[in-house]
């Protein structure tokens, strides 16, 4: 009850935000949320079906150079480009997780580490293609559709933009709860509590491993191709490993395996840096330090955390000062 | 027929044989309990019958087909489920969504009214084991007795037909260990087949209507209660067996 009540101010805040900040304050707010569906792709595979997946940041390479490439070479449209590099990596997606998920959680993240750097040798190298270490610097924001009311949208536009990409937040949100209470979601939720009775109860666990895989790449295409289109220019430094790394320690941060988690892991790597005025570099040994104490201390992250505070505490208060019975446990 | 054979089952660990030629068959219905000193490879029968271990030899016939090797997650769903000697449960999740895991195999399609049966098999479950009050608690923060209650509820909601159960009285008192032995003759009644493993000798005594004991990874006796209790290999390989406590 109160969550929803919380969601639905969170929800208004966020339509409400342009109102308030100016030009640089929602340029951040449209990375945070582009940022923030990357962490909900990796909530997917690593919250709820537990390996962790350093390939992320490369499948977000891949949606964000497919979508690119098609637009500004091959002169397509945004709007067939992205679904085309959705389809793209449906398929890379596949045909590695097939091969990689076999492997046990720690050669799985070794696995995809080296996947990650395949990727990046790839559009660092593939000159043709992806025009190397310069990377790609004239695209395009999606094209104004030609149909009422659709044509009002101009995504050139900061604001237009933001409250597109707060469209995807949302819609993966929604998603994301729905699967959970699927037969799908159940069934990766078992994975990750205990795969080998997941099996003994009629579980076909790669299967699910796959589908859970397939869809954080998907998610994190889709982020690919909103960024490129944002930024409107891409390099292959911005998908490396240690975008990767950085997207694992967000979600760890945040809460991993929670719905709340990747949205506030989101807005803390965004914000600290802007608040405390930290460089870059200085970040990651913060990180550093967090993740240590989180994983030791806070395994489920800050959400984890705040529901801890939330649920014991608050309610042994709250009876003891409206001197209520304390309900039956 | 018999609702379910083992034949000439072996399998060895590197030099060590765990199980060697081991064969019996089970009529349904039928509560077939398997005895051994620690280590005499039943916990490894059970892993190799349910594929979570492969088989080197032998074959497993259930329902005159052959499942031997197939996928763990299928056998589960031709009607076979074990539970496990380390009772295992999901930790992080209550009572409530363990059981609606556990119904996995039982969802068809996305019918509404499944849902609803589900949730009224779900409530069946806790209603049988008593737990319906502790349905919002955490697996991971129930007490043992309970825990183990609910590993066989689990294995429970994935409608088995047989039912591989191992230890499931380890560890609990004589109240609680009385509770597994009704809800054990329960299942019998309902029809399920069911082969226990377990060293409560007076537990197994009283419920199994044969009894096979292993030694060193070999079937070294079979038969009614009564004859294995009074069978000399038997008693000798548990060094004066143990009275009933």
Partial sequence: ?329 | MKIFEVRNLSKSFGGLQAVSDVSFDLSQGEILGIIGPNGSGKTTLFNLITNFIPPDEGEIHWKGADITGLRTDIIAQMGIVRTFQLTRVFPRLDLQENLAIGHHLRYAGKIKNLEESISKSIELLLNFFNLQDRRKILASNLPYGERKKLAMGLALSAGPELLLEDEPAAGLNQVETEEMGNVIRKLQSQGITQILVDHDMKFIMGLCDRIICLNFGRKIAEGAPREIQQNEEVIQVYLGEQDAD
Avoid at chain 1, 7 to 19: C, D, F, K, S, T
Avoid at chain 1, 217 to 235: D, E, N
Avoid at chain 1, 289 to 315: D, N, T, Y
């Fill in chain 1, 1 to 329: 009850m109160f969550k929803k009540i919380f969601y639905g101010i969170v929800v208004l805040l966020a339509i409400l935000l342009p109102l308030f900040v100016g030009p640089y304050y929602l340029h951040l707010m449209v990375l945070t949320g582009i940022y923030c569906l990357l962490v909900l792709g990796l909530n997917i595979i690593m919250g709820y079906t537990g390996p962790a997946s350093l390939a992320q940041a490369s499948f977000y390479g891949i949606g964000a150079y497919t979508s690119a490439i098609l637009t500004t070479r091959l002169g397509l449209s945004f709007w067939i480009a992205m679904p085309l590099s959705v389809l793209l990596i449906i398929i890379i997606s596949v045909f590695l997780g097939v091969i990689t998920l076999r492997l046990v959680s720690h050669y799985f993240a070794i696995a995809t580490f080296g996947l990650c750097e395949i990727i990046f040798i790839v559009m660092d190298n593939w000159v043709p293609v992806t025009n190397g270490p310069s990377g790609i610097h004239d695209i395009k924001p999606p094209e104004t559709i030609n149909l009422f009311p659709l044509s009002l949208i101009d995504l050139s536009s900061r604001v237009h933009y933001y409250y597109f990409v707060l469209f995807f937040v949302i819609l993966t949100v929604v998603f994301t709860v729905y699967l959970l209470r699927s037969r799908m979601g159940r069934a990766f939720v078992a994975i990750r509590e205990d795969e080998e009775l997941a099996r003994a109860e009629g579980i076909y666990v790669m299967k699910y491993k796959v589908y859970a895989f397939v869809i954080s790449a998907i998610i994190a295409a889709v982020s690919g191709s909103l960024f490129a289109h944002y930024l409107q220019f891409i390099t292959p430094g911005m998908f490396t490993i240690f975008e990767s790394l950085n997207l694992v320690i967000v979600l760890l941060i945040g809460g991993s395996g929670t719905i709340a988690g990747p949205i506030l892991g989101s807005l803390i790597n965004v914000l600290i840096p802007e608040i405390f005025n930290i460089l870059p570099e200085i970040r990651m040994v913060i990180y550093g330090f967090f993740v240590i104490l989180f994983i030791v201390f806070l395994p489920e992250g800050l959400v984890g955390f705040g529901k801890k505070l939330l649920s014991a505490e608050f309610l042994k208060n709250i009876t003891r000062k409206l001197n209520l019975v304390p309900a039956a446990d």
